[in-house]
């Protein structure tokens, strides 16, 4: 499957790039930002040890979310190519991780936009407190019409199907627009109205009464959990999965930077006002939860669903109903969910079409609707139907504890013994950067964050042979949850043995530079082949 001499003199399509690095750096920050930002990190810091939390936390974003950053960026910077293409310049077997990487990207993205269109849904919900008296029955059985775990439907909940469609029209059209114009300007738009609207959401919360008492319930700390080895290994998964370091974004987004940007320096502020926002999310968070223990008159530790969909869904709108311009709040909170999902979602995408892009030569747009028909199908008849609850929790567990962790441990494993090695990706950050890498970087990249995302991945896995994950049959589990990691590893095997019809070229590149990358990926290919 190596490059065949007749698709090296076909023409090759220049790539597009971003117009600057604010630009790229708001689309990296956008990325970051996602739903696990409001739903995940308030819950996972108060249940592991409060204010103490942010010790780990801290520890984690410097010693693994930045250097993943790093590596995602050295490696999709110095090789000017999607996953695919970068990991196959470095050793020839490195395309299977890749498309590996592409298609973890592919199953997310499918179910992440059913999340989205819930809150499009409750947006318009707020307005009048549709769910009336019990929001978690509304949500359940009224709204998602969810079927009891053991059995399947494929009847559509309308109230999902309909505005998960118009979330897939508006994505596709982004991504289809190209990245400069098309997720570069979203980000633009989306981003600071993001801020602005949970700023907004932040303050109204910090003046309920009852805010004090939540804030203390988030910031409290208790320093035995800092004895915990589970509570350093939750701050370490909090910060892998929130930068989504580790499994082709990153990667992507920095392929598309000119040849001189600075690197470290921007990945730094990505990942500080990534974590700045989880911070600003679990203020608002926890200040509207105090307040809801205030309003029912007990204790903050009493109250139940802070974590996850529940919390949106269920929590937040009994907080909506409770408080005075509780619609405005409402509409406040859930614009700002799916906006800040939006601009995640449109990174996968990224992902999946610049894979394509650089594999057959095809414009964005040809790419967008090669990949939006069945991923727009899969979406609605997997997640849009009266299943689609049950089918994502299987789903968003599997490919997360299994898929993402996975691929992130082979692509620093290839990293550090193929091809050029850490060494030369150090220098190649150091030589185009502000902030200069330290030697640490190799081993900890190398060694370190690939062996404790080892122990994190082989805990999930011996816990799901064990005891089954939830209360779903053990066939619904393998057909939604193995079946979800099984598609990825046979669609990129399948990708791997498709000869290349074009090659990427990067508009930026002078002749010499063109010229070094073939001799650079000769090398390699040989080296692979070997």
Known sequence: HFMSSSASKSAPRARDSWSGQTGFLLAAIGSAIGLGNIWRFPGVSYSNGGGAFLVPYLVALVFVGIPMLWLDYAVGHKFRGSPPWALRKIIGGGEFVGWFQTFVCFVIMVYYGAVLAWGVQYTIYSVNAAWGDDPTTFFTDTFLQVVPGDTFSWAPAWSVMIPLALVWVLVLFVIGRGLSKGV??????????????FLALVVRALFLPGAVEGLNAFFTPNWAALADPKVWLAAFAQIFYSLSVGFGIMLTYASYLKRKSNLTGTALVAGFANSSFEILAGIGVFSAVGFMAHQGGVSVSEVEGLTGPILSFVTFPKIISMMPGGPIFGVLFFSSLVLAGVTSLLSLLQVVSGGLQDKFGWSPARSALVLGVPATVISLVLFGTRSGLNNLDIVDNFINSIGVVSSAIMFAVLCAVAGPRLGVLRAHLNSVSSVKVPKLWEPLVGIVIPLVLFIMMAMSIVDLLTNG???????????????????????????????????PVDTHATVAQILADDTDETASIEGGAK
């Open 184 to 197: 570069e300007a979203a980000n633009k738009v989306f981003l600071p109205l993001l801020v602005i609207l």
């Open 469 to 503: 994950y939830g209360k779903y049959p053990t066939s619904y589990v393998l057909i939604f949850g193995w079946g979800s990691v099984a598609v990825a590893v046979v669609a990129a095997l399948i990708l791997t043995f498709i000869p290349w019809k074009h090659r």
